[in-house]
């Protein structure tokens, strides 16, 4: 079966560092791969997509790519701010749009 | 942009009674709707795909009966949970893509936190 593993810890770094996120899937070759944000007691909002053409993608800070050889997404953060501090999912999908989603990483993004 | 509501946010409830979660999608049209639930530090499980007008389809493992699914109409998708118990405490959220193209992003609601004391 499919399984999705993002990076166990969670994640803390300093104010204006780069934060690197990771998203690893096996048994799956999806056609692309999704990014959401969430905050506590909230529903996730979608951030970015990325498809398997695609090597890289870009939106302001963010930062998305996409090895299908190594099964692994990589999403990053540059100059990160204390409000980027939340849990970010990757999702990867399944049949008639429903998604399979990650574990999740909790960033902090220490002043 | 699109927006899906959830209500209500928060709940509390008595074992034994039922409780009703509406997920609407507000300025768009969504012939599916997700339901997921979510315990704390853990990701998204997908409950049941509802679907307008038809049946909703419930992943392996949900009990079609006490997760009830109603998608009425092209707006408004309800989950009921029947005869609550303290297990089924947890953060309920449903989801909704307002394309038809296959890698539409889900727009979420923001979630329903149910208390079955």
């Known amino acids: 079966s499919q399984k999705i593993e993002q990076n166990s810890e969670a994640l803390n770094i300093q104010e204006g560092k780069t934060a690197t996120l990771t998203c690893n899937y096996t048994?799956?070759?999806?056609?692309?791969l999704q990014w959401y944000r969430q905050d506590p007691g909230r529903g996730p909002v979608f951030l970015l997509l990325?498809?398997?053409?695609?090597k890289e993608k870009r939106k302001e800070r963010l930062k998305v790519t996409f090895d299908t050889t190594l099964k692994q997404s990589l999403f990053h953060i540059t100059a990160s701010q204390p409000a980027d501090s939340a849990t970010y999912l990757c999702a990867l999908p399944n049949t008639g749009n429903q998604f399979y989603f990650g574990t999740g990483t909790s960033l902090t993004v220490i002043p | 942009g699109a927006v899906v509501s959830q209500h209500p946010s928060r709940v509390i409830c008595k074992s034994g009674t039922s409780v009703k979660i509406e997920c609407r999608s507000l300025d768009f049209q969504a012939t599916t709707m997700f339901w997921y639930r979510q315990f704390p530090k853990q990701s998204l499980m997908l409950m049941a795909t509802s679907n307008e007008g038809s049946k909703a389809t419930y992943e392996q493992g949900v009990e079609k009966d006490k997760f009830l699914i109603n998608h009425a109409s092209l707006t408004l998708s309800t989950l009921t949970v029947t005869s609550a118990h303290p297990e089924d405490s947890s953060f309920y959220i449903c989801?909704?893509?307002?394309?038809?193209?296959?890698?539409?992003?889900?727009?979420f609601g923001n979630g329903t936190r149910l208390t079955v004391t």
């Open positions: 989801s909704a893509s307002q394309g038809s193209s296959y890698n539409s992003p889900l727009h």
């Open positions: 048994n799956y070759s999806p056609a692309y």
């Open positions: 990325i498809r398997e053409n695609e």
